[in-house]
């Protein structure tokens, strides 16, 4: 879904998003719809934003949103990347000056956003392919 915050000049689409129900009801986002059917846009500042990192948008999802997401106030940023070898699992929180990493504890991030902690795990199935997991504690 398209993601827009007019203080930020933000115009995306997150790989995934969150949205409280506190969100709705206050107004700090509103669902647009589309001339043909249902919502097509979500505008404001959501709870979270997700991004899973690809080679063609390290420069995007590293930089340019970053910066825009934290403009536009959002709480949390997850970012994923799962390229080569090694597998980079952040949970960026708002603060005044910039999103700074949520702190890793034996493999583990608890953000504030959902009140339970994550951990993002890679494994080989039978034929060599990978397998992920988001665990929940």
């Known amino acids: 879904m398209l993601l827009s915050n007019v203080d930020a000049n933000l115009t995306a689409q997150p790989d995934g998003m969150f949205v409280s129900t506190e969100g709705m009801r206050t107004g700090r986002v509103q669902l647009v ?22 080679t063609a948008s390290v420069i995007k999802d590293l930089e340019r949103l970053r910066d825009l997401y934290w403009q536009a106030g959002i709480p949390e940023y997850w ?7 090694r597998l980079t699992f952040e949970i960026l929180r708002h603060t005044a000056k910039g999103f700074v990493a949520t702190r890793n504890v034996g493999g583990w991030l608890k ?19 990978p397998e992920y997991e988001l665990a929940v504690k």
Not at 45 to 50: E, G, N, Q, R, S
Not at 79 to 85: A, C, I, K, S
Not at 121 to 128: A, N
């Open 111 to 129: 953000p504030s956003v959902f009140g339970k902690s994550f951990r993002l795990t890679r494994k080989m199935d039978e034929q060599g392919n």
């Open 79 to 85: 970012l994923v990347d799962v390229r080569g070898e």
């Open 33 to 54: 719809e589309g001339v043909k059917e249902g919502f097509v846009e979500l505008e404001g500042t959501p709870d979270m934003v997700l991004e899973v990192v690809s």
